[in-house]
């Protein structure tokens, strides 16, 4: 029993609990008590079984100890007559090994009744008291007992963990659970091979049902239960008792419900034995003679399902789950195959029969660009002539530090009519007429397979209240005018037959239109020239492709993610081009750094500068997937290569790391949340208005800068040679 402080009354286990010696027929059995026996009585609770067994028998004597003082007390007073030898005192069970008993013998048998759930519940003193009990017996001594076992009161226990687990958490209320219930094999295992020296005869767990005592179940809540609400505060304790009896019924019914089903199959197998019996007996007349039972049908003998009955089992059970796996793999499987198919594919231009090279490609745009590079290394690469439009004599040089004999200059000054149409018209007498790769071989002439319109990718990024007018002006010059009129320019070529009436009829030529997609696809702040430039130009293709289409010129437009252009830029301690401070080149490669915000005016600043810092530093600002550096450029050219030879008919194709997901995200994605993600946040306040927040001086392109009178303002604004691609004005002054 428990050491710590008394939690037992005499008065309240004879009232809740005076049932538990009535139920130990079986163990004064297995104990089997004789005349001139010394018996050890552990946990003997109020004496009530101790002092029975001292009557039944004329023993030496037996000796009964409890930890509780309240129930010895009782003992000793119910066992005064000094003719019965029994004696009980104080003792803790745990502590046997140093009691120092009365007796100068050992026992000869030992037992215990209901109280080793209680005596056994420390882990620690678990074997220490199976030793003491062995060493107090004599040898070939006997220790019968009784306990709970496993699933003892289990409904009851559950419900008193539960109620103080709600209150003092569930680590406290097992910590105070005052009950140990295990199972035969424990007791066998303890024993027999923990311990030693002893061999276990009989044990069995047995199902009791008990009818509770005149405290009914309350009663035995509160007895058996105490030391679960002394956990508790005094005030919640009441109200823990309450909650625990309510719980009950349930479980009460619930089992009622299982013993009324035992007893029901246990009558119906007596009474089919009992039919079994009378319709044998020879003496009971046919006529009242009980028909034998039918004849049981044969057992089917139930085979274990193969690998193969199980998925399809499994997948009856499951269609919609099997038809994603099923989607899915085959969208996997395609898609892989068609990437392994893509990446084998021969990608070569045709040649003439003499093995020269007989496809034109014309690449409009800027050499310096590393688009244009890389395009047209390949494209050389793969068999084609490959022509770079120059507009300056820098240009030019650029194209002839190549190194590739098959990568040539073609100088058209766009901003010049006159002298652009006289380019194209030698351009195309040189298509016309019949070329030999060597001398003496035979003649062939050139195809015109595609124009590449590649526009410039260098875009300022500021708020739009700090860019000047005039700088809106040179960006739609020299982003927006000058590709459109480029290929304005190579429209006359482009819907031209080439050759003599008599030759035979070439395939038309292929319009390839380059874009950044990424800005333009989700529109975010500070990012409004190149998504107004971007947008403008798809337009613009849209529309060109439609004039098109009738004349059986396809117009594709490329829209570019995030390429790696290593190899094909500048270190970063060689650049040699400079850009103004704002500017990021494109959406393809590194961004620029952030625009300084200290050249903004006061208020600009106050209202912009801390969300456009934020967003300058954001990967979707810069196009890009952070961890990834961009997507290697063989994808940009064999999809390139794909449009101009045939394969791959769509009118807009993206290609490059972000460019699918951008689009997705600026289709479908609001675009608040698209701004948050960028960091952009809320401008809690406002600068107050000042007159001289623009600044003591008009900014450059305002009405206040223009000279002479309103009849003297240029029709167009001119673009300084150093900021355009080639070094041109776009307009010039009339």
Not at 473 to 495: E, M
Request: proline share 8%; glycine share 8%.
């Amino acid at each position: 029993m428990p050491a710590q402080g008394d939690n037992w009354s005499s008065e309240a286990y004879q009232h809740s609990a005076s049932f538990v010696p009535k139920l130990a027929t079986k163990i004064v059995q297995w104990l089997d008590p004789q005349d001139g026996d010394a018996i050890l009585d552990v946990g003997c609770g109020d004496g009530v079984l101790t002092l029975e067994i001292a009557r039944s028998r004329k023993l030496n004597h037996i000796i009964g100890i409890d930890s509780s003082p309240s129930m010895i007390d009782s003992a000793q007073r119910t066992g005064g007559d000094e003719r019965i030898p029994a004696l009980f005192f104080v003792r803790d069970a745990n502590t046997l090994a140093s009691w120092d008993h009365p007796q100068s013998f050992s026992f000869d048998k030992a037992f215990s009744n209901a109280a080793l759930h209680w005596i056994l519940r420390p882990p620690s003193s678990r074997s220490s008291f199976i030793r003491n009990i062995h060493n107090l017996l004599k040898p070939n001594g006997t220790f019968a007992f009784e306990m709970g076992g496993l699933g003892n009161v289990s409904e009851l226990r559950c419900a008193l963990l539960m109620a103080v687990a709600r209150r003092v958490g569930l680590e406290k209320a097992q910590e105070v659970d005052p009950w140990f219930f295990p199972d035969e094999e424990w007791v066998t295992d303890i024993m027999e091979r923990e311990v030693g020296g002893w061999k276990v005869e009989k044990v069995e767990r047995e199902w009791r049902p008990t009818t509770a005592d005149q405290g009914g179940v309350e009663g035995w809540i509160r007895l058996m239960g105490k030391q679960f609400f002394e956990a508790l505060p005094e005030e919640e304790r009441e109200a823990c008792i309450k909650e625990v009896l309510s719980s009950i019924p349930t479980d009460i019914k619930r089992y009622s419900g299982d013993v009324a089903d035992y007893i029901d199959h246990q009558v119906e197998m007596a009474s089919q034995l009992l039919k079994d019996a009378l319709s044998k007996a020879p003496w009971i007349p046919d006529s009242i003679r009980p028909r034998p039972p039918p004849p049981e049908p044969p057992k089917l003998i139930a085979l274990p399902a193969s690998a193969y009955e199980k998925v399809q089992d499994w997948v009856s059970r499951h269609k919609i789950l099997t038809g994603v796996v099923v989607l899915t793999t085959s969208v996997v499987v395609y898609r892989t195959y068609k990437s392994s198919r893509y990446a084998r594919k021969s990608r070569r231009a045709k040649r003439a029969r003499n093995g020269g090279r007989a496809e034109v490609v014309v690449l409009a745009g800027s050499p310096t660009l590393p688009l244009t590079r890389s395009l047209s290394l390949d494209l050389e690469r793969k068999g084609f002539v490959v022509f770079v439009v120059c507009n300056t004599i820098e240009d030019e040089m650029m194209v002839q530090n190549l190194a590739r004999p098959d990568i040539k200059p073609l100088t058209i000054d766009i901003t010049d009519p006159p002298s652009a149409g006289a380019s194209i018209e030698r351009f195309a007498h040189y298509l016309q007429d019949r070329h030999t790769p060597v001398p003496n071989a035979k003649s062939y002439h050139l195809t015109l397979k595609a124009v590449l319109l590649i526009p410039s990718l260098a875009y300022q990024t500021s708020p739009i209240a700090t860019i000047p007018p005039s700088s809106f002006a040179d960006l739609f010059n020299t982003h927006l005018l000058h590709p459109i009129l480029t290929i304005q320019a190579f429209l006359p070529l482009l819907t031209a037959k080439l050759g003599t009436p008599s030759s035979p009829e070439r395939p038309s030529p292929k319009v390839l239109v380059f874009t950044p997609s990424i800005i333009s696809s989700i529109n975010p702040p500070f990012h409004a020239p190149e998504a107004t430039v971007c947008s403008a130009l798809s337009a613009f293709t849209e529309v060109l492709a439609a004039e098109l289409r009738p004349l059986s010129i396809p117009v594709t437009h490329i829209q570019l993610g995030t390429f790696d252009f290593q190899g094909f830029t500048p270190e970063k301690g060689h650049q040699t081009s400079t850009r103004p401070p704002g500017y990021q080149q494109g959406l393809i490669m590194a961004p620029a750094e952030n625009a300084e915000t200290l050249a903004w005016p006061e208020s600009a600043r106050h209202a912009y500068g801390r969300n456009y810092v934020q967003q300058s530093a954001s990967a979707i600002a810069i196009g890009r997937i952070r961890g990834l550096k961009g997507s290697s450029l063989r994808s940009l050219h064999n999809a390139v290569f794909d449009v101009i030879d045939g394969s791959n008919t769509s009118g807009v194709v993206r290609i490059g790391l972000g460019a699918s997901v951008y689009g997705f995200v600026g289709r479908w994605v609001p675009r608040g949340l698209v701004s948050w993600m960028m960091g952009i946040r809320r401008v809690d306040e406002l600068a107050s208005w000042s007159s001289s927040s623009g600044g003591n001086s008009p900014r450059p392109g305002s009405a206040g800068s223009s000279s002479g009178s309103m009849g003297g303002v240029h029709e167009y604004v001119s673009v300084p040679v150093g900021d355009l691609p080639g070094g041109a004005d776009v307009w010039r002054e009339g």
